[in-house]
């Protein structure tokens, strides 16, 4: 039992339970269905995450030994290859360019490709740095 005052009236009696409204069920079931579907959005990524991932081959029975070795070589392959070479007084991009130049390929986009794989903003290069120089067939 309990007392409540009410503009100046008493009531003392028994509490009754607040009934939820219709449109207290139609805010929980719209929080249930939001719920649900990010749930569900986060399942879907995580299944596309994971097929990017894997290639899209999930069954890793169909894939035997012998396939699997090609993909390695393959990748092993398509890896660029580089000779480490460190830079003596005297030396220029130009010069160990046009020491290593491969056939047929201009020697600007070579000193280019070996700017690119060394991470050089310019063609500045210091005495005893060790430069990779790329080896393209």
């Known amino acids: ?13 028994r509490q009754l339970a ?4 219709r449109a207290a069920g139609r805010a929980k079931l719209v929080r249930v269905a939001v719920l649900a ?3 569900g959005l986060s399942v879907l990524f995580g299944a596309m995450m994971h ?11 169909r894939t035997g030994p012998a396939q699997t070795n090609a993909a390695e070589e393959r990748l092993v392959e398509a890896e660029p290859a580089y000779l480490p070479y460190i830079v ?14 491969p056939a047929g390929m201009d020697i600007r ?5 070996i700017k690119a794989m060394n991470g050089l903003q310019s063609t ?9 120089v790329p080896l393209i067939r």
């Open 88 to 101: 003596v007084s005297g030396d220029s991009l130009w010069r160990i360019a046009k020491q290593h130049l």
């Open 18 to 21: 607040a009934r939820p409204t």
């Open 1 to 13: 039992m309990y007392t409540t005052h009410t503009s100046g009236y008493y009531y003392t009696g």
């Open 109 to 113: 986009n070579y000193i280019n490709e």
């Open 51 to 61: 097929a990017y991932a894997t290639g899209g081959d999930q069954d890793n029975s």
């Open 37 to 39: 579907a990010a749930i």
């Open 124 to 132: 500045i290069i210091h005495e005893g740095q060790l430069l990779q």
